[in-house]
């Protein structure tokens, strides 16, 4: 093995250490959204506020979209929320020990606010389920801070020619 490679083999376990560390503390949280019958060129969204009363920071740790049909992947930050839509479940880590200072809707109407990140999810293969889209292997979660007052908006699109279901998972630190 190369020092290299030692070296980033010793920072993600210091990484995944602090990362278990804050979950035992009751401070990792998660919201998941399944969609049923996403049409061709149509999107699924996910927004997460973090309200300017709180006094916490939001780290972004993993988004996960699996599927089976090629998707892009946006993700903004500061959208402008004209309504809310439902609120999506948040459940912390630490079954039962905490109650998680963000809010996350589905199924409103939001105008992107500045794009922080745009991938493509390729279709089938690899995994239960299909293709799995996790922001600590791409390093979207190693970035996005998200400080009272904020939201992140998670947009993913069906660019597959046929209908496909979609499940979304986001976790989250709040400090």
């Keep these: 093995m190369s020092i290299r490679a030692a070296i980033n083999r010793i920072f993600l376990l210091l990484y995944y250490d ?5 979950a035992r503390e009751g401070k990792v949280f998660s919201a998941s959204k399944r969609f049923i019958g996403v049409s061709p060129d149509s999107s699924c969204e996910i927004v997460i ?14 988004i996960e979209v699996p599927t089976q049909a090629k998707t ?13 839509g439902s609120e999506v479940d948040i ?12 809010k996350a809707y589905s199924g409103g109407s939001y105008t992107p606010g500045e794009k922080a990140y745009e991938g493509v999810i390729p279709a089938g293969g690899g995994g239960p389920g299909g ?8 390093e979207v979660g190693l970035a996005f801070i998200v400080d009272p007052g904020h ?10 020619t046929a209908t496909h279901d979609f499940s979304v998972r986001v976790e989250w630190a709040e400090e």
């Design 91 to 102: 459940v912390c880590k630490r079954l039962g020990y905490a109650t998680s200072k963000m």
């Design 18 to 22: 602090s990362i278990r560390r804050l």
């Design 49 to 62: 506020v973090n309200d300017s009363n709180n006094d916490v920071q939001m780290q972004l740790l993993l």
């Design 72 to 84: 892009f992947l946006d993700i903004y930050h500061n959208s402008t929320i004209v309504s809310l």
């Design 151 to 160: 939201n992140i908006h998670i947009v993913v699109t069906n660019k597959d």
């Design 131 to 138: 293709k799995y889209f996790m922001g600590g292997q791409s």
